[in-house]
């Protein structure tokens, strides 16, 4: 294997500088001189001195490591190292202007939500409830029924779930209103919006009430509560959902807001109705919604080649 090549004496120096001075760690320093590595095979192999990198080289050695497949986490780590470089040598005087000053990394690939199957999301409506010391507490159990049944059927955020109130009030985020069968939620950006409640939803619901106050402090409005009392928070519906989807044999892990995304991605592949589904998300723009389209792309290629006359080939 061949030697890896010095360092100029300007990295070697800011090097040293991150280690005593800055006390980085050794991990930490090694990523920065794989960095540092980067922009000297870059500057070796142009008439360019490190000191004489313009913003425009930078520029095309940024793209030229996209278009060699590096990730853009790596790149804005890489750019980070070299921006960093070039403030320390300009307060020495040393360059005129950070050449990489202002230069981002590509934009990195927005990753598809998570979405539960059919079968998957009816296994996790169906679990059997946790037990204490070998017995069900049926309190727990209805009101945690419920809650998967609110996330999946009305695709609710966590926080808008936490918020509902058992009754509407003057200060209530939120309410039901089983005789409308309709949530009222404040969501983002404290916008109001109602969505429908399923039939599974209204039935877990009125088990639940009827226990409720069993579990809630006297004073207490939330619609959820916990062992204490008091409003359930949403650290702990998550983690009673993890729990519930393990013991459902789960091959993932579940969270509220996968619950979102798979009422989301059911109601379109079965509507195929974006602007209703924007409406029930309560996204303020149909471009956040439009990323269900391509987590829907699968199913809707099966749909395709089962039902077109064009899609199958001829034998």
Same mark, same amino acid.
């Given at each position: 294997?061949?030697d890896?090549?010095?360092?100029?004496?300007?990295?070697?120096?800011?090097?040293?500088?991150?280690?005593?001075?800055?006390?980085?760690?050794a991990?930490?320093?090694?990523?920065?001189?794989?960095? !540092?590595q980067?922009?000297?095979?870059r500057?070796?192999?142009?008439?360019v001195a490190?000191?004489?990198?313009?913003?425009?080289?930078?520029?095309?050695?940024?793209?030229?490591?996209?278009?060699?497949?590096?990730?853009?986490?790596?790149?804005?780590?890489?750019?980070?190292?070299?921006?960093?470089?070039?403030?320390?040598?300009? *307060?020495?005087?040393?360059?005129?202007l950070?050449?990489?000053?202002?230069? *981002?990394?590509?934009?990195?690939?927005?990753?598809?939500?998570?979405?539960?199957?059919?079968? #998957?999301?009816?296994?996790?409506?169906?679990?059997?409830?946790?037990?204490?010391?070998?017995?069900?507490?049926?309190?727990?159990?209805?009101?945690d029924?419920?809650?998967?049944?609110?996330?999946?059927?009305?695709?609710? *955020?966590?926080?808008?779930?936490?918020?509902?109130d058992a009754?509407?009030?003057?200060?209530?985020?939120?309410?039901?209103?089983?005789?409308?069968?309709?949530?009222?939620?404040?969501?983002?950006?404290?916008? *109001?919006?109602?969505?429908?409640?399923?039939?599974?939803?209204?039935?877990?619901?009125?088990?639940?009430?009827?226990v409720?106050?069993?579990?809630?402090?006297?004073?207490?409005?939330?619609?959820?509560?916990s062992?204490?009392?008091?409003?359930?928070?949403?650290?702990?519906?998550?983690?009673?959902?993890?729990?519930?989807?393990?013991?459902?044999?789960?091959p993932? #892990?579940?969270?509220?807001?996968m619950l979102?995304?798979?009422?989301?991605?059911?109601?379109?592949?079965s509507?195929?109705?974006?602007?209703?589904?924007?409406?029930?998300?309560g996204?303020?723009?149909?471009?956040?919604t439009q990323?269900?389209?391509?987590?829907? !792309?699968?199913?809707?290629?099966?749909?395709?080649?089962?039902?077109?006359?064009?899609?199958?080939?001829?034998t």
């Amino acid at each position: 294997m061949a030697d890896t090549p010095a360092l100029d004496d300007d990295i070697e120096r800011h090097l040293v500088h991150l280690r005593v001075e800055r006390r980085l760690a050794a991990r930490t320093l090694a990523m920065y001189r794989e960095a !540092f590595q980067r922009l000297q095979a870059r500057t070796a192999d142009t008439p360019v001195a490190l000191r004489t990198v313009q913003t425009h080289h930078v520029r095309r050695w940024a793209a030229q490591m996209h278009g060699q497949g590096l990730a853009s986490r790596s790149i804005a780590i890489v750019l980070s190292a070299w921006r960093g470089l070039y403030r320390w040598l300009g *307060r020495d005087g040393l360059v005129a202007l950070n050449p990489v000053s202002g230069v *981002r990394a590509p934009k990195a690939a927005k990753p598809l939500p998570k979405a539960l199957s059919v079968d #998957h999301a009816m296994a996790l409506a169906d679990a059997p409830p946790a037990t204490e010391a070998g017995a069900t507490n049926p309190l727990i159990a209805a009101r945690d029924q419920c809650i998967v049944e609110l996330l999946y059927g009305c695709g609710l *955020r966590v926080g808008e779930l936490t918020g509902l109130d058992a009754a509407p009030g003057p200060g209530a985020a939120g309410w039901i209103d089983a005789a409308d069968a309709s949530a009222h939620v404040l969501g983002k950006g404290s916008k *109001r919006r109602s969505v429908p409640v399923g039939q599974a939803a209204l039935a877990a619901l009125g088990q639940w009430l009827r226990v409720r106050a069993q579990m809630a402090a006297a004073d207490e409005t939330a619609l959820f509560v916990s062992n204490r009392g008091t409003r359930l928070s949403a650290s702990q519906v998550r983690s009673g959902l993890k729990a519930r989807a393990l013991r459902a044999g789960l091959p993932t #892990h579940v969270h509220p807001h996968m619950l979102r995304h798979s009422f989301a991605t059911h109601l379109l592949q079965s509507s195929g109705d974006l602007r209703a589904v924007q409406e029930l998300l309560g996204h303020a723009n149909i471009t956040t919604t439009q990323v269900y389209t391509r987590l829907d !792309f699968g199913h809707l290629s099966k749909v395709y080649d089962a039902a077109h006359p064009r899609a199958k080939r001829k034998t």
